[in-house]
């Protein structure tokens, strides 16, 4: 056991010598390196340091230059402040003394002031004394006149302003007048080539309508027919229809009369469509009518649609198109309504194109003026107010509602339309054989024409001729000389313009002849 533990106990021993040896060893290389490693870092020591001082210095260096670069920018800045605080105290003390200058100034000027205004009121004085002097000369000039004239100063006065006033009146007509000729001169030639070259330019035949249709049959065994057993059928028909037919001994020709165009047109092409079936009775002529009303009605709208398109009008209101189509059966004045307002349609859009106006819009108005005159119920407005509602209700622009209602002055005109509407207007309805009149009314125009030149003072004959288009006035050479000739025309228009209504223009000539007469013997 001994021998086992003894050479065991010596090997142990031998490593732990082993280990500590190693131990020592290593010790004393650690020793070294850990010295050297102590060099290495002295060495880095010492070398920063150096760079740490040469870094500093430099730093430093930089700082100083820094300093004295911003003392130099702060000594620029204060020499500036210092320089505007002298100028601002130069202005100072120059605004001192111009305010001082100017002290003086005024000084002197109020004591200038003052004695002017002793002057002025001295002259006020005087002038005070001088005017009641003046007045007193005055009153006793004027007791003076009325004492030579037997006139006392307001006589004299009214007189004298009555003078003033005829003489200014008279003035005032003679320069009208020359201004009127004045303005003819430069105006009525190009006025008349627009006017002119217009109506050359519209060729629209004009048919003379009246009440009455004539009614053509192939024999007069018709006639029978159309009357019935005891007049059953004729009566139908003037129930159905509201025409008046007049069965008389006109050979091959009935007579239909009625002042309405459309009912005339309704109870013709219903005869026309009875007598052409041969079945005649009062069913058959009812159906018959009712049918005949309805192809007018549609045949009024293809009438106004065909109206627009020829006009070159374009978005009308359905309704106006109707009222446009309704205008084919109705006159004025013997004139077909729809040919006068398409005649005037034209003569606005030549007119218009001619002056630089909207030429579609002036054919617009012209082709709607009239439509008043077809209401389908009776009204008490001018049929221009109506006409000017029924465009305002169906969406016209107003330029074109104010042509409608002015075009015969019943309210201003606001547009250059209007009065182009008016002018074609007149154009169409007054050009000769356009309308026609009745006798009686045309006489009591012409009567009242000449009627108007007689209330006027020194008138001896006044004739109308040229239809009413001229009225020439003779007078009396010792009541009237030739500057109140000239104002007297004028009157004369004047009056007959505002109290008279005729179509187109009425020409006033006044005539003076002085007559010198002698008797030899």
């Known amino acids: ?28 290389a ?18 920063a340091k150096v ?14 230059e820094k300093f004295i670069e911003l003392k130099a920018e702060h000594e620029k800045v204060i020499l500036s402040r210092e320089k ?34 002793n002057d002025f009121n001295k002259k006020l004085d005087f002038l005070e004394k001088k005017e009641t002097e003046l007045k007193k000369k005055h009153k006793q000039q004027v007791d003076l006149l009325e004492q030579i004239s037997g006139l006392s100063a307001n006589e004299a006065k009214t007189q004298l302003v009555a003078s003033l006033k005829d003489e200014a009146k008279t003035d005032a007509m003679a320069y009208v007048q020359e201004m009127v000729e004045e303005a003819k001169l430069t105006a009525e030639q190009e006025a008349r080539k627009v006017v002119l070259g217009t109506i050359q330019r519209v060729g629209i035949e004009q048919a003379i309508e009246n009440c009455v249709s004539v009614f053509n049959l192939e024999s007069d065994d018709v006639k029978g027919r159309i009357i019935g057993r005891e007049g059953r059928n004729i009566r139908a028909l003037e129930a159905a229809t509201g025409v008046e037919i007049i069965v008389d001994d006109t050979p091959e020709a009935i007579i239909l009369s009625c002042f309405d165009p459309v009912r005339r047109e309704i109870a013709r092409l219903s005869m026309h469509k009875l007598v052409t079936d041969g079945r005649i009775h009062p069913a058959r002529i009812e159906e018959v009518v009712n049918k005949t009303e309805k192809q007018i009605q ?106 409608i ?16 509407v008016q002018v074609c207007d007149a154009i169409s309805g007054a050009r000769p054989g356009a309308r026609r009149q009745v006798l009686d009314s045309y006489i009591q125009r012409l009567k009242d024409l000449e009627n108007i030149a007689f209330e006027f003072n020194g008138v001896q004959k006044a004739y109308a001729i040229q239809a009413g288009r001229e009225l020439r006035v003779m007078v009396e050479s010792g009541k009237v000389n030739d500057t109140k000739a000239a104002e007297l025309s004028f009157n004369i228009s004047q009056k007959i313009q505002n109290d008279m209504t005729y179509p187109g223009q009425v020409k006033v000539t006044v005539i003076r002849e002085t007559r010198a007469v002698n008797v030899a013997k």
């Not at 106990?9 to 732990?16: E, K, Q, R, T």
């Not at 850990?34 to 020591?45: D, P």
């Not at 760079?51 to 100083?64: N, T, V």
């Not at 019943?410 to 209007?418: F, G, P, Q, R, V």
């Open 1 to 28: 056991m001994n021998g086992i533990i003894l050479p065991v106990l010596a090997g142990i021993l031998g490593v732990g010598i082993g280990f500590f040896i190693a131990k020592m060893i290593e010790k004393s």
């Open 30 to 47: 650690a020793n070294k390196l850990i010295q050297e490693t102590q060099k290495q870092a002295n060495t880095i020591l010492k070398e």
């Open 51 to 64: 760079e740490a001082d040469a870094i500093k210095k430099d730093k430093i260096l930089q700082a100083k």
């Open 84 to 117: 505007k605080i002298g100028e601002v105290e130069k202005r100072t003390r120059d605004k001192e003394s111009q305010i001082s200058s100017q002290l003086d100034k005024n000084k002197k000027l109020n004591h200038a002031l003052e004695q002017k205004e």
């Open 298 to 403: 549609q045949e009024i709208i293809e009438v106004g649609k065909r109206t627009i398109i020829d006009l070159g009008i374009h978005g009308l209101h359905p309704e106006l198109i109707k009222i446009v189509g309704r205008m084919k059966y109705r006159s004025s004045y013997g004139q077909n309504l729809l040919q006068h307002s398409r005649e005037v349609a034209n003569l606005c859009g030549i007119m218009a194109a001619e002056m630089g106006i909207n030429a579609k819009a002036a054919k617009r108005a012209g082709l709607l003026h009239d439509i008043g005159k077809v209401p389908d119920t009776e009204s008490e407005l001018p049929h221009a107010l109506l006409g000017m509602q029924w465009a305002e209700k169906f969406g016209e622009k107003p330029d074109i509602c104010n042509a």
């Open 405 to 420: 209602g002015a075009h015969h002055d019943e309210i201003e005109m606001k547009s250059l339309i209007a009065p182009i």
